[in-house]
């Protein structure tokens, strides 16, 4: 009897074992379909958040290069006004010596000339007057110039500081661009991770029902015990928060993740690791793992603030520490001050 009992007994656990399998076969394709999209996406907003962070910085550098260009034209300036004054007052004394030289009606040039004692005094005063006229007439041509030099350098530097304008305002358009951009990939990556979930959590509704069911027939009660993460363990947190200021300072570095250079999900990452906890290194992918907290109402010390391409680590008070952008450092700023919308905030403690 005990032999027929374990034969039945074994027949429906294989056959319900079958059936499971088949269930999961099903799901299997789209799950796997998914999740290569997933991955596609994320890498996508990965490549993304990198032409983010070289357009700030260029835009940096332009914003420096516009800064000089406007202290060349302001000392471009002063040296035009200054020349302008030098060439008004030389331009005064000429003609103060012509009216003196000329405009005199007490005494004709002709008299001047018959006053002369001989012919060689007579051509000593031509002589003279000629060079006065020569050396005014120097001055000026060369006050004229050097004006001319100076209004050349400053329409010549207006030119550039135009040029350099009309960069900024593309780049500003450029980046409005890739931030909307952004914003469409992460809607897509939304949508893709949400679609994932639902496939993967129907496929366990569905394995999970015929498990129920294989269980019942075999006459099997069995004590599923599925390990899940620690939650709400403050000591971790406040590890991490510690951690993390102890790192203010260190070097921006693309694809770092040690103390020698950071990038954003680089640290997040290396913070938790140090406590035995491994969340993805994908900025993108940190904004689905953990668990969800409701705002940054409800946001504590050691959870991770998420953006679009982007992560930093939640320090209370409304602030963050994260690694900037290239040429950036870790720094400690709010958490409303980087010029992009909070996505999620994700507790892994």
Known sequence: MRRRIFKGFA??????????????????????????????TEQELDDLQNQWAYLLQQMDDLELKMANKSDEIDAANVKLKEAEKVQAAQYDDMKLRIKYMYEDQSVSLAEVFLTSSDMSTMLNKAVYMQEVYNYDRNKLDEMANTAKEIQDLKTSLENDKKELDEAQAQLTEKQALLYSTIQETQAK???????????????????????????????????????????????????????????LGVPYVSGGSSPSGFDCSGFTSYLFRQYGISISRSSSAQAYGGTAVNGLANAQPGDVICYPGHVGIYVGGGQMIHANVPGGSVRLVGVNSIGMSVIAIRRYW
């Open 11 to 40: 027949a429906i656990l294989l056959t319900s074992t079958i059936t499971v399998s088949t269930v999961f076969a099903v799901y299997a394709d789209d799950v796997d379909k998914l999740k290569q999209q997933k991955k596609q």
């Open 189 to 247: 990556a939304d949508d893709v991770s949400s679609q994932l979930e639902s496939a993967v959590k129907k496929a366990a509704e569905v394995a999970a029902k015929k498990e129920q069911e294989r269980l019942a027939a075999a006459a099997v009660s069995i004590q599923q015990n599925i390990a899940t993460p620690a939650k709400g363990d403050s000591s971790v947190a406040n590890g991490v928060v510690s951690l993390a200021y102890s790192l």
